[in-house]
């Protein structure tokens, strides 16, 4: 499946961004789907995931209460929307897709190209 992401760019703190993920290629709603992020100068970490069906979300402390991710299976895409960002969000965002149920990256097959996300202070 082949994942392309969008919706980054510059906000200011306290400030709302979403992101998109479009698939294509292969049948989405076989797989579930993670969002992770890698700072400058820090390993990529994971961020959040969604189930085949969207009825199961997990978050990564650092963003629970802030960000919520979902999907359309009907249009092929995975969101998460970024509220009540902080400059620490700072980072590039991938999302990627798995058929497990996956929190760490090497779980994930297949991983869209990045999106740039810059919160200033």
């Known amino acids: 499946v082949q994942l392309q992401a969008s919706g980054g760019g510059l906000v200011q703190a306290g400030g709302s961004l979403r992101l998109s993920c479009a698939a294509s290629?292969?049948?989405?709603?076989?797989?579930?789907m993670g969002w992770f992020r890698r700072a400058p100068g820090k390993e990529r970490e994971f961020v959040a995931r969604?189930?085949?069906?969207?009825?199961?979300?997990f978050y990564a402390d650092s963003v629970k209460g802030r960000f919520t991710i979902s999907r359309d299976n009907a249009k092929n895409t995975a969101y998460l929307q970024m509220n009540s960002l902080k400059p620490e969000d700072t980072a590039v965002y991938y999302c990627?897709?798995?058929?497990?149920?996956?929190?760490?990256?090497?779980?994930?097959?297949?991983w869209g190209q990045g999106t740039q996300v810059t919160v200033s202070s």
């Open positions: 990627a897709a798995s058929e497990k149920l996956a929190t760490m990256d090497y779980e994930y097959d297949y």
């Open positions: 290629g292969r049948t989405f709603s076989r797989y579930a």
């Open positions: 969604v189930s085949w069906s969207g009825f199961t979300t």
